[in-house]
């Protein structure tokens, strides 16, 4: 249990845990890749240990210091090894979908399966393209994990993304890395392109123009140095807390600033929100730089479109953000978040309404009119990271006392939250 009282402001400089979606696909290429990938400042998220133990169990070695070091040893050479027992990805989407693509190319088969929430999302996205590359792959009832696997010789395909999905672009491309002929994903809006930049900087041949990506199958991939940029993802919590919070100024270096990721800070700046960004260089393939947070007067806005695809992991604490502003705000074309770790929509509504905001659902996405006194609340996150983590940001601004159960969720993509937040209130 998580608790939380009002405070009266946030401020300080922090360095936070890199960003678990390139550590995810920083483990799993180097693991493809030929010699040795280091990955600094890896986040040791629940999600990203779980890319690590099914990749052992495929035989990789992946070894994990308490530096925040990781040494990856390729298996360019000898290639993956059939694994003993189902592969378990716990509460990691990004693992069971990036691994099937993975797992498509090989001869041998598999099981991959995750947590409760896992066997609640949508795998037919992934399983559809790939068996049409000529992977075999069976799921319960058509849709869910366990995915049972037995690759094949894949052959590559050009597929236009039903949903905007960086997961499903990746699965696909990672198959494809080891398919023959080129394979072409494209796509109506543009998803997170982790993937690609990293494809390209350990050697593949990657091109990117008019909304598609076009892989060309056999590349030797060779082992890279990536330091991790702090997880963008992770940032929106304390930048909005910090927004939110009077007489408040927060400074977060190196933190990963890839377009793709960024929409929150558009968003903001254009309610009111005083964030200068520094650019403090590129790490090989990822900008990043530092972030600089004042409180602000936000005003209500419009989010929709492509917009709405880019931030649609920060739609939960943009909401509560909308409740301290004057005034509207309307986010729509957010269908995708009643697919992740729980129906995001709902579960923000009802959590924002439990603290007094005044909100409303509609099927897909929310309007929110503030600005609203909150009050402490006793809240279940339903074990979704990202909601416990809005609910704690709104404990800060809100009246009395806020609990939070089950906030060992958190640890999912932001190990040392609690300790981070109580460093920086007062």
Do not use: W
């Amino acid at each position: 249990m998580l608790t939380i009282t009002e405070a009266t402001k946030l401020h300080g400089e922090i360095i936070l845990p890199g960003d678990k979606s390139i550590a995810h696909r920083g483990l799993i290429l180097g693991s493809l890749a030929a010699g040795k990938t280091t990955l600094r400042n890896f986040p040791g998220s629940r999600d990203c240990l779980s890319t690590a133990s099914c990749l052992r169990a495929l035989g990789v070695e992946v070894s994990i210091k308490q530096t925040g070091e990781v040494i990856v040893a390729g298996t360019a050479e000898k290639g993956l090894s059939p694994p003993r027992d189902v592969l378990f990805a716990g509460n990691s989407g990004t693992t069971v979908r990036l691994l099937a693509g993975v797992l498509s190319a090989e001869s041998f088969e598999s099981v991959i399966d995750g947590d409760e929430s896992i066997r609640r999302r949508p795998m037919r996205r992934i399983v559809e393209p790939l068996t049409r590359m000529g992977a075999s792959i069976s799921a319960r009832d058509g849709e869910f994990t366990p995915l049972k696997i037995r690759g094949g010789r894949l052959k590559g395909i050009d597929y236009a993304l039903p949903v905007p999905s960086a997961q499903v672009k990746s699965s696909i491309l990672l198959a494809g890395l080891r398919a023959s002929g080129p394979t072409k994903v494209r796509e109506n809006i543009p998803s997170r392109d982790h993937t690609e930049r990293m494809l390209r900087a350990m050697g593949a041949g990657v091109k990117v123009r008019n909304g598609s990506v076009v892989i060309e199958g056999g590349a030797r991939l060779e082992g890279i140095d990536i330091d991790v940029p702090g997880d963008f993802s992770s940032a929106a919590f304390l930048i909005v807390a910090a927004l939110i919070l009077r007489n408040s100024e927060l400074v977060i270096r190196g933190v990963g600033l890839n377009p793709s990721r960024t929409g929150l800070l558009a968003v903001l700046k254009k309610m009111g929100a005083e964030i200068r960004v520094e650019q403090a260089g590129k790490q090989k393939f990822e900008p990043l730089g530092n972030l600089k947070v004042r409180t602000s007067a936000l005003s209500g806005t419009v989010v929709s479109g492509d917009m709405s695809t880019l931030l649609i992991d920060e739609i939960p604490i943009l909401a509560l953000a909308a409740s301290q502003a004057q005034g509207e705000t309307a986010i729509m074309n957010a269908g995708e978040l009643r697919k992740k770790e729980t129906d995001r929509i709902s579960m923000t509504v009802s959590v924002l309404r439990a603290f007094g905001a005044d909100i409303e659902e509609f099927e897909d996405g929310l309007i929110v009119r503030g600005p609203s006194a909150l009050n402490g609340a006793m809240i279940d996150a339903g074990g979704d990271h990202r909601i416990a983590m809005m609910a704690a940001i709104a404990g800060l601004v809100a009246r009395g006392k806020t609990q939070v159960a089950d906030d060992d969720c958190i640890n999912v993509s932001f190990p040392g939250f609690d300790e981070t937040l109580r460093s920086l209130v007062s």
